[in-house]
């Protein structure tokens, strides 16, 4: 039978993998969209490439979207089993780090996944197309650093719990070396009582 504690790090996992998974497919947008938010020299052949970059992330077949969503998911399970049973000392970082998640889902629904389906309809609202695309970017980069702030968090409370486990060793094992002391001298004391009583009935 798993404890909370072994369900914890399961479910740390699952964060990890689901983060790291997502980061890294929208991390590859960075190709069109760095040009378009950093490049010095960004000309409209750069914004072709980004709407026809979007254009064909739009036709991405069902399965690999679900894939996608289904990985999402599974990163948000393993942010609330984190918090079910929190550390007092440390919940307000696994809050945290939950909340960063929600929002980098929240910024895909509504602004990377509604931009996506606007560089096929060519409708952007009140902003021109190369705006609109610009602003996609941005929501790119914007949920990069969301679930790179929950990898962050993760990590902290990680290398938290560990030095407090470090830290409970050594007082355990300098707790338990005290008590062996103590027994040790305890048992030379009973010893030389002993000895003092053997020499007095001798006398």
Known sequence: MMSYKDVCKVGTGLILVATSFIMGVFYSNQIYDYQLL???????LHFDNALRHYQTMHDV??????LLCGIAAMG????????YKPNPDLQLFEYCSLGLYVFGVCVFITNIKTGVDCSVVHNWGEVSENEGLAVLGSSNVILLLLFSGVILLQGGLWYTSWEHQQRLDKFFAEEA????????AATVSDSAASKKKENKKQK
């Open 38 to 44: 950093f490049g010095k020299n960004t000309t409209q």
């Open 61 to 66: 077949p069902h399965p690999v979207f679900y």
């Open 76 to 83: 948000l399970i393993g942010c609330i089993i984190r918090v």
């Open 177 to 184: 070396a005290e008590v062996k002391a103590k027994a040790a």
